[in-house]
Nanobody
Framework: QVQLVESGGGLVQAGGSLRLSCAAS????????MGWFRQAPGKEREFVAA????????YYSDSVKGRFTISRDNAKNTVYLQMNNLKPEDTAVYYC????????????????WGQGTQVTVSS
């Protein structure tokens, strides 16, 4: 069982940056694939980024590649999402997720979820 708590969301102007954090509690954090998803009003939850257990492999959606960076600190049981050059279309609730096994872009394949943190990018 893993509990996830996101933080770091807020309001930022286009072109700005934010760093999201996701603190995990429970056992075995380093054995979980960690991911970030986002959901805008009226839209489905979509994959943003994922990182493997040791941090070696990282995956990004095409819409954020080159602007966002996912990282993790297994000693702190925390995963991060550094978001640079933010755009209004990045506005959404951002969710942290965890799963065992291999990475997946399908939200339904992820087992554990945080409560989400709002990111709003103004133009």
């Amino acid at each position: 069982q893993v509990q996830l708590v996101e933080s770091g969301g807020g309001l930022v102007q286009a072109g700005g940056s934010l760093r999201l954090s996701c603190a995990a509690s429970g056992r075995g954090f380093s054995s979980y694939f960690m991911g970030w998803f986002r959901q805008a009003p009226g839209k489905e939850r979509e994959f943003v980024a994922a990182i493997s257990w040791g941090g070696t492999n990282r995956y990004y959606s095409d819409s954020v590649k080159g602007r966002f960076t996912i990282s993790r600190d297994n000693a702190k049981n925390t995963v991060y999402l550094q978001m640079n050059n933010l755009k209004p279309e990045d506005t959404a609730v951002y969710y942290c997720a965890a799963r065992q096994g291999v990475y997946s872009v399908v939200a339904g394949h992820w087992v554990y979820w945080g409560q989400g943190t709002q990111v709003t990018v103004s133009s």
